[in-house]
């Protein structure tokens, strides 16, 4: 089985795609003054990453990797282990998933407590206090 | 005007590169093939016949969280732990006893959620315990669980959960007993072997080579996966009421937080 030169396309162009909003998110994250933008681009970028892992472990012409016979017989596994994607990708991103809400999670209780405490989420406003 | 065209040269540089690439075929040959590390996985999630290398269970993705790389999630859970301490240490002090009751949202909604939240309670209960049979598992249970106390905060009012007789230091004791869980669960092969005078490994599933311990992968022809099916109930626990915790948090009323911070500036 060989892929079309539309399928290459549509899949050279999701993996364009992704590194185009990588370096957008990363452009967010520099750029912008609002500590709310910052955190929205910086979980912009973690889903991108996660998404690039996904599509890493993607294969054409696949089945999800749940084994649906539970008979054990070794050439539906064998069948199972040639035919499924890989599942490494997608368990790694759930980690990475749980680990970039903990991270969201603690960054949005930090910035709640920045603008009660000066008022502003502005970092260059924020960066001219002092005290 | 200008955010336009930067938009619409981004979106056709990407498309031109891309199709150069794919004529030029500059990537290579799609991998067709799947990988000797995912085919491992693959062939041993469910595999009877080798029960020192299996996880027995259907589910690759659950097999390598919670069995092949558990260890990994073990961590994943003490940085989410670390998370909502670090959130709790920020509202030290702040109490639930003195919020107001608030009026909510008009009668029609808040009939539609009182429907909802038992279906919402079933669906999360369903994807924990069927985690390492179909996918999904503890923490997507937890997450969907989590989705009742914004329905709560939203449409009743941050004074539904006094009224539930959730408070912060209930929801954090339910956290700690599902984290308690997991512990012992990655204990026990440990423990047990150590009775008997055998060895075994942390989170140790089934046999290995040097060691007989086996948690049951069935109970009464209903397969469970050994730790599997522990590890998914006890990480939908920590992980939903640690998202009650977040949310009641940051369903408070501002007022209540600011005279508390006006409170610690004093000190």
Do not use: C
């Amino acid at each position: 089985m060989s892929t079309s030169f539309l399928e290459n396309f549509l899949i050279t162009l999701t993996l364009y795609n992704i590194l185009a909003t990588a370096g957008i998110s990363l452009y967010g994250i520099v750029t912008r003054p609002s500590v709310t933008k910052k955190i929205i681009s910086l979980t912009i970028l973690g889903d991108t990453f996660n998404v690039l892992a996904i599509f890493i472990g993607f294969r054409v012409f696949s089945v999800p990797p749940v084994l649906l016979d539970l008979d054990g017989s070794v050439e539906k596994l064998t069948t199972f282990a040639t035919s499924a994607v890989d599942p490494l990708p997608q368990a790694l991103v759930l980690t990475a998933i749980v680990i970039g809400l903990a991270v969201n999670l603690f960054l949005i209780f930090l910035a709640l407590q920045m603008y009660r405490l000066y008022g502003t989420l502005d970092s260059r406003r924020i960066r001219e206090l002092r005290g | 005007m200008r955010k336009y065209l930067v938009l619409a040269s981004i979106v056709l540089t990407t498309a031109v590169v891309a199709y150069v690439t794919t004529y030029l075929g500059a990537l290579g040959p799609l991998g067709l093939d799947t990988r000797y590390l995912a085919k491992l996985f693959l062939a041993n999630t469910y595999n009877p016949a080798h029960r020192e290398l299996t996880a027995m269970s259907p589910e690759a993705v659950t097999s390598i969280v919670w069995d092949f790389r558990g260890i990994d999630t073990l961590y994943e859970t003490v940085v989410f732990y670390m998370a909502i301490i670090a959130a709790l240490a920020i509202y030290r002090g702040v109490s639930y006893s003195n919020v107001r009751r608030g009026s909510g949202l008009s009668l029609i909604v808040k009939v539609v959620t009182k429907l909802l939240i038992p279906i919402n309670i079933a669906v999360a209960v369903s994807i924990a315990a069927h985690g390492h049979l179909t996918p999904g598992g503890g923490f997507q249970a937890g997450a969907a669980l989590a989705v009742v106390s914004v329905l709560l905060a939203v449409v009743y009012s941050a004074h539904s959960f006094v009224e539930l007789g959730v408070n912060l230091s209930r929801a954090v004791a339910l956290r700690s007993a599902g984290l308690l869980a997991i512990a012992l669960v990655v204990f026990t092969p440990i423990v047990i072997s150590a009775l008997t005078g055998t060895q075994a490994y942390l989170m140790q599933n089934y046999v290995k080579v040097d060691s007989a311990f086996s948690f049951p992968a069935h109970v009464q022809s209903q397969l469970i996966s050994g730790t599997l099916i522990w590890f998914n109930l006890a990480e939908f626990l920590a992980v939903s009421f640690g998202f009650f915790i977040i949310f009641m948090l940051l369903s408070l009323r501002e007022e209540v937080v600011r005279e508390w911070v006006g409170k610690e500036d004093e000190h």
